[in-house]
């Protein structure tokens, strides 16, 4: 005799995004699986709570906003600008855009950047940005970032690892309460512009970052895609995030866009836009178009090393890209430059 097993699937859980954070419950038991979170409104009352040994817990949490708000809020303040960089899906060079976004800002001396790494299991900026070997130093005023450059500072659960092998094998609530302390315990300073760089997708770490980064304010979004329309089906998810989290989208980037040749310059196009690519997208979308950025394989060398591809390569087509991306995201978040 054959058994069948019938598969059912749950019903998604709806998120208030407009929801300030519950103050953190200290929990006896790890979350179970299907979980709504002990922060969230249904906390100890979802089906997944029954027999949990933290319901109890969960459903007794006060329900008022974390009293760790106001204190985000004054660390933030001396922050002029933040910008998330959201992808839809992994692998569109994401976190390689935010760092070549953050030397773009860099390189005019007079700006102090930031880059915050909220991708907790695959924190990729601090081998990017030549600083893996570093660790996080405390002092009475709180952690301080790791300094690339003068002006240039990084914040990722990487430099606490043992060894840059070690994988996080976090649930969702522990990796909020590390984005709470790297917005809360880290001595950001006076800033000009602070980037976020996040996992793909959108789940529990956008989450935390849009509600605790709510009441000191962000800027905007840049969503990074690639021209296929496997990518762009879930960049419009993420733009769908964005505006059910009141998040402003300042444009949308397309990146690997044709290949240039480092001697001929001639350029192919590797990923074809089937679909129309971002700039369609955009369009359709009534989202900007921030511009795209072809492949160089000197970008994915200057990563590896740790080095700066746009103070290295300055020339390169992909360079100049980036600098008009850099001017669209400015003019999106109302920032004034000089002349």
């Not at 990722?156 to 590390?178: C, E, T, Y």
Request: negative net charge; contains cysteine; glycine residues 10%.
């Amino acid at each position: 005799m054959s058994s069948t097993t019938t598969t059912t699937v749950e019903e998604p859980i709806q998120v208030d995004l407009s929801a300030p954070l519950k103050n953190h419950p200290s929990l006896i038991a790890p979350e179970p699986e299907h979980c709504p979170g002990p922060e969230s409104n249904l906390a100890g009352q979802g089906d997944a709570c029954a027999g949990c040994p933290n319901q109890s817990i969960c459903a007794s949490t006060p329900m008022g906003p974390d009293s760790d708000l106001p204190l985000i809020f004054s660390r933030l303040s001396g922050i002029k600008h933040k910008i998330l960089v959201l992808s839809g899906k992994g692998g569109v060079g994401k976190s390689t855009f935010t760092t070549m976004l953050a030397h773009a800002f860099a390189a005019d001396e007079g700006n102090m950047v930031g880059i915050m790494d909220t991708d907790i299991c695959g924190p990729s900026i601090p081998k990017m940005m030549g600083v893996e070997a570093e660790t996080i130093h405390v002092s009475n005023a709180g952690w301080s970032p790791v300094w690339v450059t003068d002006n240039l500072g990084v914040m990722s659960i990487q430099f606490m690892l043992p060894s840059r092998d070690d994988a996080v094998i976090w649930r969702g609530p522990k990796k909020n309460g590390l984005i709470k302390q790297f917005l809360k315990d880290v001595e950001w300073g006076e800033m000009d512009y602070l980037l976020v760089d996040t996992p793909p997708g959108t789940s529990d770490e956008h989450l935390s970052v849009n509600s605790y980064l709510k009441e000191s304010g962000v800027d905007g979004a840049v969503v990074v895609t690639t021209p296929q329309e496997i990518s762009l089906l879930d960049v419009r998810k993420e733009i769908d995030f964005c505006r059910k989290a009141g998040v402003k989208v300042l444009g949308i980037v397309e990146n690997m866009s044709g290949f240039v040749c480092p001697s001929c310059k001639h350029q192919n196009q590797i990923f074809k836009a089937t679909t129309g690519g971002a700039r369609k997208l955009a369009k359709e979308t009534g989202i900007p178009f921030l511009g795209a950025v072809p492949l160089d394989p000197r970008i994915g060398m200057a990563c590896d090393y740790g080095e700066s591809f746009f103070d290295n390569f300055p020339g390169s087509p992909a360079c100049a890209a980036l600098q008009g991306v850099v001017k669209r995201v400015q003019e999106e978040a109302g920032i004034s430059t000089a002349p």
